[in-house]
């Protein structure tokens, strides 16, 4: 019994990697959107300029982009 070769995939053309990279810039995006929705649904992300972090939270927001989006930093890490 003979094996046959399956015949070699030819290099994408230069359109489709530049598709493939503009499509895991917007799954970068939408992964960072969903982690920050979360967050705050949490309780974890809160807008407390200058002030303590009430209990639970562990990022505060500190503005927003230019989509009006919240952009957060951890300001410490949770206990649990």
């Known amino acids: ?3 046959t070769r399956k015949p070699r995939k030819e290099a994408a053309p230069a359109s489709d990697e530049q598709a ?5 810039e917007a799954q970068k995006e939408r992964a960072a959107e969903h ?12 807008e407390a300029p200058g002030e ?4 639970g939270a562990t990022h505060e927001i500190v503005g927003r ?3 009006g989006r919240p952009i ?4 410490r890490f949770s206990i649990s």
């Open 20 to 24: 493939s990279s503009q499509d895991a």
């Open 52 to 55: 303590e972090l009430p209990p």
């Open 72 to 75: 957060v930093k951890r300001r």
């Open 1 to 3: 019994m003979s094996r």
């Open 35 to 46: 982690f920050v929705e979360g967050l705050i649904a949490r309780g974890e992300a809160v």
């Open 65 to 67: 982009d230019e989509k």
